[in-house]
C-alpha cells in the first residue's frame, strides 16, 4: 500500500538522482585499490598482467580463463588484455573508471542546481 503524498513524482526523480549521485561518487572512490595495484606493479618491474594475476591475484586469472572459454573473439580479447603490461592497464581503467564518476556526478549535480 502506498501513501499518496501529492508529490511522488518529484521524490522519485530526486531519489534517482541521488542514487546516481552515489554511484558516481562509489566510481570516484570505489577503485583506490587499482592505485595501490598500479604503484605496487610499478616497483616489481616491467610485468605483464597474467603474470601479475598468476603471482598475486589467483583468482582474476581463473575468471579471466572461464570467460576467454565463452567463445573464440573472447579468447582473442583476453588473451590480447592479459599480454598488456599491468601497470597500464590499473591506470586506463582507474582513469576509465574516474572519469565516468566525475562525470555522472556533474551531470546529477547541473541537473538538482538547473531545478
Known amino acids: 500500500m ?3 503524498l501529492g508529490f511522488g513524482k518529484k521524490l522519485d526523480h530526486l531519489r534517482m538522482l ?19 595495484f598500479f604503484i605496487h ?3 616489481i618491474g616491467p610485468i605483464m598482467v597474467k603474470d601479475y594475476f598468476l603471482e598475486y591475484f589467483q583468482v ?6 572461464w570467460f576467454a572459454e565463452l567463445n573464440y573473439l573472447l579468447d582473442l580479447y583476453v588473451n590480447w588484455l ?11 581503467r582507474f582513469s576509465f573508471s574516474t572519469f565516468i ?12 542546481i538547473r531545478k
Open 41 to 43: 606493479s610499478l616497483f
Open 101 to 112: 564518476g566525475i562525470w555522472i556526478v556533474r551531470k546529477v549535480n547541473f541537473i538538482l
Open 2 to 4: 502506498e501513501i499518496f
Open 60 to 65: 582474476a586469472l581463473y575468471l579471466f580463463d
Open 82 to 92: 592479459l599480454s598488456l603490461p599491468a601497470a597500464l592497464l590499473f591506470f586506463l
Open 18 to 36: 541521488n542514487f546516481f549521485r552515489g554511484f558516481g561518487y562509489f566510481l570516484i572512490w570505489g577503485d583506490f585499490y587499482l592505485v595501490l
